[in-house]
């Protein structure tokens, strides 16, 4: 009998030979024989399984990695990823929006967006550079002049595809045509909550996007701003989210830039917001590694060409799309957590915080280098003040 590897599953070569199964967005490390094993099942022959550890094989099996089915699907040719391995991508296609939140990073729409033709450009480069997640963000995504088009050259492409978006411009037809592994929906409060940053009547009409989401099979995850109209609303946000099956939610604090400077009334000081940040449930959406901090596999590519580290830097970009990805991408220096402040007072926590947003804590500090400054939000949220505080009496 011939197996082959199930459309579902992409060998990617990061820093270690891997197995990406898209649906279920879980990386596996496996050794040069099970790859080159299973690089061979992605053949239009299919392969055999002799000489096959068993306990490997049953593996496969058992997770639906290898099918009896012969794939026709067009496998692109696998090249080692630099070091580190670029594995997430945020593509901001445009900076259109249908709204105006009062808390938006992004600020006021130029309305501009990228081109098809630079969109291709930039995934061609993304998947050779063994790239496992690509999140299309915006504004507002659907508002780009060629979505459909857009939409139509996702399956050409190995890897988790996530859509961001507010849901207004969502229907059952658009949701029917959608090329997407996951939807990500911004949910900033029970009704009162988000309807305060976001517009009045908002809350019941995404909430109803999302039923027709869930209901068309795509998986669900939530981002959450803490902010001063929703803080006695998170434990029914969890209860809501839990009860219709959302699949991760994030919580996170918005950054004084953009339309959030003329809506500071919404802010939440750290030692309040700290603990806020214990709050959601899934995976980590943006893996990092043992000693290093947030941002070591991610880059975003702006609206407007340019490339930067997250789109919270998106004013001192590292370069531009036309210089291209791989380029720029080797330009990007690890944040090290043995460099940060949090490392020099040795903190017990700092491998599962990772030093926080390195952004956050630059703009709360006040000061432009990044690596010297502690995300205070975070010193709250794992009740690291409150230690050193205890210490000293």
């Not at 019941?204 to 701003?225: C, F, L, N």
């Not at 946000?237 to 994030?250: C, H, N, S, V, Y």
Request: with cysteine; proline share 3%.
């Amino acid at each position: 009998m011939r197996y082959y590897l199930s459309n579902n599953h992409v060998l990617k070569w990061l820093e270690i030979p891997a197995l990406f199964d898209i649906k279920k967005d879980e990386l596996y490390e496996i050794d040069g024989e099970a790859f080159e094993f299973l690089n061979r099942c992605t053949s239009p022959e299919g392969c055999e399984v002799d000489n096959i550890d068993a306990d490997f094989l049953s593996f496969c099996l058992s997770e639906g990695v290898l099918t009896t089915e012969g794939c026709s699907e067009k496998r692109a040719l696998i090249v080692k990823s630099p070091v580190p391995s670029l594995r997430y991508l945020e593509l901001q296609v445009t900076d259109k929006c249908n709204l105006k939140c009062k808390h938006c990073f992004v600020g006021a729409s130029q309305n501009i967006e990228l081109s098809v033709a630079a969109i291709k450009n930039i995934l061609d480069e993304f998947i050779e550079m063994q790239g496992l997640r690509l999140m299309i963000t915006g504004g507002e995504p659907l508002m780009h002049s060629a979505f459909e088009e857009i939409n139509a050259i996702l399956p050409d492409y190995k890897c988790r595809k996530v859509l961001f978006t507010n849901g207004l411009l969502l229907n059952r037809q658009i949701l029917k045509k959608l090329n997407f592994d996951e939807m990500q929906f911004s949910i900033d409060g029970m009704e009162h909550g988000h309807d305060a940053l976001r517009g009045k009547g908002m809350f019941k009409i995404v909430m109803q996007k999302i039923d027709d989401a869930i209901k068309s099979g795509i998986p669900i995850s939530v981002a959450t701003v803490v902010h001063s109209e929703n803080l006695d609303e998170f434990d029914n946000m969890e209860a809501l989210f839990k009860e219709i099956g959302i699949k991760d939610w994030t919580v996170d604090v918005p950054t004084l830039a953009g339309n959030f400077k003329e809506n500071s009334h919404f802010y939440v000081p750290p030692d309040i917001a700290g603990k806020y940040l214990n709050y959601g449930f899934g995976n980590n959406y943006h893996f990092s590694e043992e000693g290093f901090g947030c941002g070591l596999h991610l880059i975003s590519v702006l609206a407007n060409g340019g490339i930067a580290k997250c789109t919270f830097y998106a004013d001192i970009p590292l370069g531009s799309i036309n210089e291209g990805l791989k380029t720029v991408w080797e330009r990007l220096k690890p944040v090290k957590l043995s460099e940060l402040e949090c490392f020099d007072i040795s903190c017990p926590v700092i491998n599962a915080c990772r030093g926080g947003c390195r952004y956050r804590a630059s703009v709360t500090s006040g000061t432009c280098n990044e690596k010297l400054k502690k995300d205070i939000y975070k010193c709250y949220a794992y009740g690291i003040i409150k230690r050193e505080h205890e210490a000293l009496e």
